[in-house]
Nanobody
Framework: QVQLVESGGGLVQAGGSLRLSCAASGRTFSSYSMGWFRQAPGKEREFVAVISWSAGKTYYADSVKGRFTISRDNAKNTVYLQMNSLQPEDTAVYFC????????????????WGQGTQVTVSS
């Protein structure tokens, strides 16, 4: 069992930055790929980024590539999402999730989810 708690969301102006954190419980954190998703009002949950168990591989949605960076610290059971050059279209609730699979991009491949943290980007 893995429990995930996101933090770091907030209100930021366009062009600004935020760093999201996702703290995981459980001793098997390093066995999971960790992903970030987001969901805007009235829209489906959207893949953002994923990182492999050992942090050796990452994969990003085209919409965030070059602006967002996913990383993890297995010693701290934490995954991060550094978000730079934020735009109003990045406004959403951001979720972290854990998966047994390598670099999955779709929500059904994830076993555990956090409650989400709100990110709002003003223009």
């Amino acid at each position: 069992q893995v429990q995930l708690v996101e933090s770091g969301g907030g209100l930021v102006q366009a062009g600004g930055s935020l760093r999201l954190s996702c703290a995981a419980s459980g001793r098997t954190f390093s066995s999971y790929s960790m992903g970030w998703f987001r969901q805007a009002p009235g829209k489906e949950r959207e893949f953002v980024a994923v990182i492999s168990w050992s942090a050796g591989k990452t994969y990003y949605a085209d919409s965030v590539k070059g602006r967002f960076t996913i990383s993890r610290d297995n010693a701290k059971n934490t995954v991060y999402l550094q978000m730079n050059s934020l735009q109003p279209e990045d406004t959403a609730v951001y979720f972290c999730a854990a998966s047994r699979y390598l670099l999955p991009g779709n929500p059904p491949s994830y076993d555990y989810w956090g409650q989400g943290t709100q990110v709002t980007v003003s223009s």
